[in-house]
């Protein structure tokens, strides 16, 4: 199956080696390329998922990704074209507006349906907006266009931008962490931060603080999960289970160990009472 996957690539660097027709191209053209050969691919990688597991089929197709982008420069002509980013607030703490840095951090993007990989990218949750940074530590920072993004990554948090299409009990907009996700489930973490100005002498600057929220998504659709009441609202039928995990943990919805752990307890309760996972 390797063997399969590194044909494709050698041929594309043959065509690369003899000026390329993929390096000709206009830019619609590249993008046209990159999705097909994507789709080849795809079958391709499904076959290795399914023999070799997922993880491979993973690492392969990242693979591609990597090596096409290198050898035509389309990075440069797609997520790359965005609007300059400028920055507003002065702060002079750590109580910046950013998630877990204020310095570019490494990260993949879904941006126009496509996968971008080896990307440095900041996340401004006061104004909810990915940034990144086109060429290195000094270079341009980007504002990426919200809705072509449908999802990305910074380290090993995974983000998503659910676009709501459905009556729901509450609305989402914007960018979520995905905490946990489950076949009857997915809990999901609006990081938001709220501004404050500060006055110090002459000094004028800014702190911002946490002011975090989540949501259930559950039987197609969304719900907040912010307090234990929340909780029993949705799943009324396991109000004990509920009232005795509080008392056991002594804990509160202040973290995100203590409610994934909670939620993986009435996970195996529908899968006890042989609940089907919504559609």
Known sequence: MASFYFFIVLVCRKKSSQQSIVLTLNYKKLIFFRLLTLKILSIVFLITALSHGQKK???????????FDGQTGVRNKQIYNGAAYVEKYRTINEKYKFFTSS??????????G??????????????????????GAIGTVIKLNSDK????????????????????AAEVSGFYEVLLKTSYFTLLKKNRKALL???????????????????????????????????????PEFKKNINSYYKTSRNTF????????LLRNIEQELFNQKIEPAE
């Open 197 to 235: 100005k500060k006055i110090k002498g002459d000094l004028v600057y800014y702190e911002f603080k946490k002011d975090d929220e989540n949501f259930l998504f559950y039987k197609n659709a969304y719900y907040t999960l912010n307090k234990k009441r929340d909780l029993l609202r949705l799943f």
């Open 103 to 112: 310095e570019f951090l490494n990260g993949s993007v879904v941006f126009d």
């Open 114 to 135: 496509q996968p971008f990989y080896e990307l440095r990218l900041k996340y401004d949750l006061y104004e909810d907006q990915l940034l990144l940074n086109s060429k």
């Open 57 to 67: 089929a993973d690492t392969d197709t990242r693979a591609y990704y990597d090596w």
């Open 254 to 261: 202040a973290t995100d160990t203590f409610i994934k752990a």
């Open 149 to 168: 993004v449908s999802s990305f990554t910074i380290g090993f948090h995974k983000f998503i931008n659910p676009q709501q299409k459905n009556q729901s």
